[in-house]
């Protein structure tokens, strides 16, 4: 109750929901205490949260930020949303995000722009921009978000909570609606490492609607909190430090890794040489594969359906020209481009290549150190409506896009302020080491 009246009073300045489920909430809360009281209380009884509104949600609206969904009443709950209900969390609604997932700002979204708490003048990072200003407002200690290309870990730092992007595969993605499916993966949002660790433990594991989840056993993350981090081996990528950071974050990022050295660790300089070709095998890939999981939008089967069709075409083309915002559609012809006939050697299969390139990077640098750390975003917050050119807005993912690519984990967490907005530390490490991200994260926290 608390916290939808927070939610009622503050979040018509922020904008960090689509749907506030209140009703549901207090229902569920109400059997979280009974099971409590009946010795049945699952993990995180009674936890409030929210969900990104990418997340199908039985009986409820699930919009994914587009008005194509605007009148989608999913039948099902995604795999996670399960997971979240049965270990006794309380969902207090479906957050604000940019369009599919597609966008570094919220500005992206069909329901209107979300604000950055820290600052309503400044966007609070995409896509899951409503999930980390409603955690950074207070309005909930926890929410979901997605990552198909710095989704969780933008935001996170923008809004100053940490951010988790687990592993390809280890949380199940059925029931999520698909951006780039090879990409995609859901992860917490929280305002510490140790909260990410509690709802990481919940969400992941194997799920067999969804066949790319790995069947690997699920560690308990919050028992290695606390374990020293003497002769822990830091690399910070050169190409990671470069032109385009902006000093001020580079100053919070280095003042950071010093904290980890007086804790015992030692620090190297390693090489990603693909780095650079991150963003353009990343602009291939991720259209490609949402233009094929977009075309399922047909006015027919489900969502946005113009009036009147004269034909089976007219309706196909009114419906998607309506039900689409512009950044959607760019995507959607950029991604047919690619996949056309001609094209697709030139760069659909150009790009994976290069993916395999930039996985091989990241491969040998864990050869030599155990985690990576660098700026999680080269700039602090910037002003809403300063990034008119879609171009500069894709650059804002240079330190996130390549994780994707690679499948690894990376978490973000709050280590200052640049030029008084929020200013995210990005850690990252092998595939499936997501206990020693969130207990070096906790370390610093
Ligand atoms: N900003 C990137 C994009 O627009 C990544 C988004 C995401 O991770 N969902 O595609």
């Known amino acids: ?23 549901q909430a207090l229902a569920a809360a109400d059997a979280a205490d009974a099971a409590r009281a009946r010795g049945e209380a699952g993990p995180l009884p009674g936890l409030p949260l929210a969900l990104k ?3 199908c949600t039985r009986g409820v609206k699930t919009s994914c930020g587009s008005r194509m969904l605007d009148n989608f009443t999913a039948p099902y709950d995604a795999g996670v949303v399960e997971k979240l209900a049965d270990a006794g969390t309380v969902s207090l609604g479906k957050t604000n995000m940019d369009e599919f997932a597609m966008g570094s700002s919220n500005e992206n ?8 708490p820290w600052d309503l003048g400044a966007v609070p990072g995409g896509s899951s921009g409503g999930s980390a ?30 951010g988790l992007k687990p592993t390809y595969g280890r949380v199940s993605r059925y029931g999520m609606i698909a951006y780039a499916s090879s990409l995609d ?9 140790a909260d990410c660790a509690h ?17 690997r056993g699920v560690p308990d993350y919050a028992a290695d909190l606390d374990a020293p981090l003497s002769g822990l081996k830091i690399g910070l990528p050169r190409e990671y430090f470069g032109d385009g950071l902006s000093p001020e974050v580079e100053g919070a990022v280095r003042e950071a890794v010093k904290v980890y050295e007086s804790l015992g660790a030692s620090v190297r300089e390693v090489s990603l040489p693909h780095t650079h070709y991150a963003i353009p095998a990343y602009y291939v890939i991720a259209p490609a594969e949402a233009s094929s999981n977009l075309s399922r939008y047909d006015g027919v089967r489900f969502g946005h359906r113009c009036e009147d069709p004269a034909d089976l075409m007219d309706l196909y083309k009114r419906t998607r020209a309506e039900g689409f915002g512009e950044e959607v559609k760019r995507r959607i012809l950029i991604g047919t481009h690619t996949l056309s006939e001609g094209f697709f050697d030139a760069y659909y299969k150009k790009a994976q290549k290069v993916r395999r390139l930039i996985r091989q990077d990241f491969l040998d640098a864990f050869d030599e150190v155990d985690v990576l750390m660098g700026p999680a975003s080269p700039t602090p917050a910037f002003d809403l409506g ?39 530390l990005q850690i990252l490490g092998t595939h499936f080491a997501e206990a020693r991200l969130l207990n070096v994260a906790h370390q610093f926290q």
Request: with cysteine; net charge neutral.
């Open 133 to 162: 200003a409603a955690v950074a407002a207070g309005l909930v200690p926890a929410a979901l978000g997605t990552d198909t290309g710095g989704s969780i870990r933008q935001p996170a730092a923008f809004c100053g909570i940490t």
């Open 109 to 116: 979204s069909f329901f209107g722009p979300v604000k950055n």
């Open 386 to 424: 300063a990034k008119k050119d879609p171009v500069s807005m894709y650059l804002q993912d240079i330190y996130t896009i390549a994780i994707n690519l690679a499948g690894i984990p990376g978490i973000s967490v709050p280590a200052g302020f640049a030029n008084g907005r929020p200013v995210g």
């Open 53 to 55: 509104d990418i997340f």
């Open 199 to 215: 709802l990481l433990g919940v969400l992941a594991g194997h799920d067999l609607r969804d066949s790319t989840s790995v069947a």
């Open 185 to 193: 993966q859901a992860g917490p949002m929280a305002r510490s490492a």
């Open 1 to 23: 109750e608390h916290l939808l009246a927070r939610i009622e009073r503050h979040d018509g300045a922020l904008n960090s929901f689509i749907t506030v489920t209140a009703e």
